[in-house]
């Protein structure tokens, strides 16, 4: 059972990025889902939950409207889309798969299988 996160990199404010997880030994389908981030000095913290059937979503505040969760059943691989990235979302991201009824709070105990997480900055 792997989760393997790619697609991070330095990109400046206002820049976008696109974070895909691949799955290898089960299918994703089955499982809610959701990406993590943790900045330095800083705790591990939900950024967006998406259950199962795709029909509960979570958005943290600090990224509504720039951050979208998805999956693509087909390739065992989900993504997080990043757009009008700031400085303050630099952090490693980490996808995760959690636990059902952690979708709406998209805490960091809900997550069970892990990444090893992606390194995102975003220069001033």
């Known amino acids: 059972v792997q989760l393997q996160a790619s697609g991070g990199g330095l990109v400046q404010q206002g820049g976008s990025l696109r974070l895909s997880c691949a799955a290898s030994?089960?299918?994703?389908?089955?499982?809610?889902i959701g990406w993590f981030r943790q900045a330095p000095g800083k705790e591990r913290e939900g950024v967006s939950c998406?259950?199962?059937?795709?029909?509960?979503?979570y958005v943290a505040d600090s990224v509504k409207g720039r951050f979208t969760i998805s999956r693509d059943n087909a390739r065992n691989t989900m993504y997080l889309h990043m757009s009008s990235l700031q400085p303050e979302d630099t952090a490693v991201y980490y996808c995760?798969?959690?636990?059902?009824?952690?979708?709406?709070?998209?805490?960091?105990?809900?997550?069970?299988?892990w990444g090893q997480g992606t390194q995102v900055t975003v220069s001033s």
């Open positions: 030994g089960f299918t994703l389908a089955y499982y809610a």
């Open positions: 998406i259950s199962s059937s795709n029909r509960r979503i």
């Open positions: 995760a798969t959690i636990k059902a009824d952690q979708v709406t709070s998209c805490a960091v105990l809900g997550g069970f299988y």
